[in-house]
């Protein structure tokens, strides 16, 4: 994947919700990748600037560059394993909120498309009934804005883009999203218009459930 300007936000530098001896979890903000890429100018990262303060920390999960929200990080490697089995075994509850262009289909709703990699146009992705890995979203309008609705957004599964081109697929894309929305509807907002907003799953030690909010500021 190439990037062709990576201009991060600086401010926040790093927005830490949670901290303790096993876990960070942060609030991380569209434009910001969530782990270094492999050019040494796109080291600027999630990951990298809370290294810096918390060393040895180890990667969880992703979110695509341009969506903001919550993000776990483990602080050692039985952690790491803990929370990766956790999403392995989809026992992590994620909730997503997005504008989207448009009105989806229903108020409520289930959408099952399977999902590839559109290699030509990496990092594109793409439905692909045949070849593609299952992926199922769940999705209720939340309320409405000048261009569509508000929608509340659950993945089941998580394929790389799946939001975005599931989305796409049932006629309502993103706003701001530069590979799935029309013109329009990636003229209408200056960034992509998802966000993390609820994440919950078990301390990966003392298994206690925790739970965190954290509203779109958009």
């Not at 776990?72 to 997005?98: I, M, S």
């Not at 209408?188 to 990966?204: D, G, I, V």
Request: charged share 20%; hydrophobic share 40%; proline share 7%.
């Amino acid at each position: 994947m190439t990037l062709l300007t990576y201009n991060p936000p600086i401010e926040p530098y790093v927005s830490i919700v949670y901290v303790d001896a096993d876990i960070v979890v942060i609030n991380k903000p569209s434009g910001l990748l969530s782990v270094p890429g492999k050019a040494p100018e796109h080291r600027d990262s999630a990951w990298a600037r809370l290294e810096r303060v918390l060393p040895n920390l180890r990667v969880v999960h992703r979110l695509d560059m341009a969506t903001s929200g919550l993000m776990v990080f483990a602080r050692h490697k039985q952690a790491q394993a803990a929370l990766q089995r956790q999403f392995e075994q989809r026992t992590v509850d994620k909730r997503y909120c997005a504008h989207v262009w448009g009105q989806p289909p229903s108020a409520r709703g289930e959408i099952n498309l399977a999902l590839r990699c559109d290699w030509p146009n990496r990092p594109r992705q793409m439905v692909d009934l045949q070849l593609g890995k299952a992926a199922r979203t769940l999705f209720e309008v939340t309320g409405q804005h000048k261009y569509g609705a508000i929608v509340a957004l659950t993945p089941y599964t998580g394929r790389s883009h799946q939001l975005r081109v599931h989305m796409q697929a049932v006629g309502c894309a993103i706003l701001g999203d530069k590979f799935y929305a029309s013109p329009q509807g990636y003229a209408a907002a200056s960034r992509l218009l998802l966000h993390a907003e609820y994440l919950a799953f078990k301390q990966p030690l003392s298994q206690q459930v925790l739970t965190f909010n954290c509203p779109a500021d958009f």
